[in-house]
């Protein structure tokens, strides 16, 4: 097999592509398929391995050169040496396939090089007098390039798993393409077909950045064999003593819990709370947020007795803020789990699960994407708050996702209600799994010292002033 060295592409393809053998890369122009090719070439040619870069276009070498020279994987010392430039084009176009055959068996013989990358397949395509003239150079190609152990990449400017010959006679197709939505566009990448390996089906996001193309495979494809969780034990404190009362101690550790409520009602704070717990425990824990950056929420902890910069400062809390714009969700969540891997998390707050919903840009993907999501955070036994917003307000009755049931042993709702011209807040549970708790709706309050649950909303005595009047 040989490895890529390009980051995600190797998981994608099973584990690389079977060396020797002839490969597509097509896309339409400026979708990066010179510089996946070329990536591959560096980075074998960092290991001392010969590349042999030979052009079917107009575009200069030394244009090439520079255009890579933004890359970390590029070195100079390796061009003319490792890394071998040719122009075919003349060839191509005084004597045909037949004379740009002759140029590559003579360059393979001479140079000996572990990867061929033949750029501007268009060329060869419109040099060909029939289909059947075509065929035979690709078998030809396609023998010369096995027999000499050369893995060859060509790259075609098309789109599609199209039954045209390059495609039927190739031993593997990458396409490298774009989906928009909106003013929104993501790179993909899809692997329609490799001899003698098993890569994951279906379409994985890319980028470009620096270091190069970087790979982000489909998170529900690359979770789809994972291990089941282990079985959840113990109960962990939600840091709020009078709700701990009320759900039999706290929840079941392992376990997501969902806090679905209104805007404003005091999700955000209810998880702090929770963080506030592990970290009096000495847990590391983990905060990813949408909207309040990290600062914000240190002072609103603050504001209710509960102090973050400390732990933050030590390094127990990690807190990790993403406005949901344009970035590649598969890449989110990879960021997530490395960190809760690296800094062995126990408790993870995630304030919003409609901002990393809203960065899934195909929206058929978000159940698969979830579901797979929490089976991962299940198996690092990691024990997770969420907070998901209620859109209804005055209107309709609260109800949760039709798949909650399966992303959440928990959920708690939070809510709004009027007593003639003052907004209260109330708690109660609508699903709490291996836990007997209280299914009644009860006060909950904030004020300087934090949240509370209080007694039944049908038995309150709403003449005293509200004490969280002030806070939030």
């Known amino acids: 097999m040989l490895q890529t060295g390009v980051a995600g592409l190797d998981a994608v393809l099973g584990g690389g592509l079977p060396a020797g053998h002839l490969y597509l890369i097509q896309g339409l122009a400026g979708r990066g398929k010179t510089t996946l090719a070329c990536q591959i070439g560096f980075n074998h040619a960092h290991q001392g391995k010969k590349v042999v870069v030979m052009t079917l276009l107009g575009e200069s070498h030394a244009k090439m050169i520079n255009h890579f020279s933004n890359f970390s994987f590029f070195d100079e010392g390796l061009v003319g040496k490792e890394i071998i430039f040719f122009s075919a084009y003349a060839s191509l176009v005084k004597g045909g396939l037949g004379e740009l055959l002759q140029l590559i068996v003579a360059t393979l013989s001479e140079e000996r090089p572990h990867i061929l990358i033949i750029d501007g397949f268009r060329s060869i395509r419109n040099s060909s007098a029939t289909d059947l003239a075509l065929a035979e150079f690709m078998h030809s190609l396609n023998s010369l390039v096995s027999s000499m152990a050369c893995t060859t990449f060509l790259l075609s400017p098309v789109e599609g798993n199209i039954t045209d010959i390059e495609n039927t006679l190739v031993d593997g197709v990458i396409e490298l393409g774009q989906f928009s939505q909106g003013l929104n566009v993501i790179r993909e990448l899809q692997v329609f077909k490799i001899r003698g390996a098993k890569q994951l089906l279906g379409k994985h996001v890319f980028d470009m950045g620096s270091e190069g193309v970087r790979v982000y ?190 992303l959440y042993e928990n959920i708690m709702l939070l809510e709004y209600f009027a007593v003639g011209d003052i907004n209260h807040r109330r708690i109660s549970v609508m699903k709490l799994r291996e836990n007997e708790y209280d299914g009644a709706n009860r006060i909950m309050t904030i004020s300087g010292e934090g949240m509370a649950v209080g007694g039944l909303t049908s038995q309150a005595n709403f003449n005293e002033p509200e004490p969280d009047a002030n806070v939030g």
């Open 217 to 406: 495979p489909r998170f529900e494809a690359m979770a789809t064999h994972a291990q089941a969780p282990p079985a959840a034990t113990g109960r962990l404190s939600v840091g709020i003593p009078s709700w701990d009362e009320r759900i039999g101690g706290g929840v079941v550790a392992g376990s997501i819990t969902c806090l679905l409520g209104s805007p404003g009602v005091g999700k955000t704070m209810m998880g702090l709370h929770f963080i506030g717990a592990g970290l009096a425990n000495n847990e590391s824990c983990l905060i990813v947020g949408f909207h309040e950056s990290p600062e914000t929420l240190v002072h609103k902890a603050r504001k209710i007795s509960i102090e973050l910069q400390p732990h933050v400062d030590s390094g127990k809390l990690q807190m990790m803020w993403q406005l949901p714009l344009e970035i590649l969700v598969d890449d989110l969540a990879t960021r997530i789990l490395d960190c809760i891997r690296t800094h062995k998390v126990k408790r993870l707050f995630i304030d919003g699960m409609e901002g990393l919903d809203n960065l899934i840009m195909h929206p058929e993907r978000s159940r698969a994407f979830f579901v797979a999501l929490s089976n991962e955070l299940r198996r690092q036994g990691v024990t997770v708050y969420v907070t998901e917003q209620l859109h209804y307000f005055k209107k309709g009755a609260p109800a949760a996702e039709a798949s909650s049931s399966m």
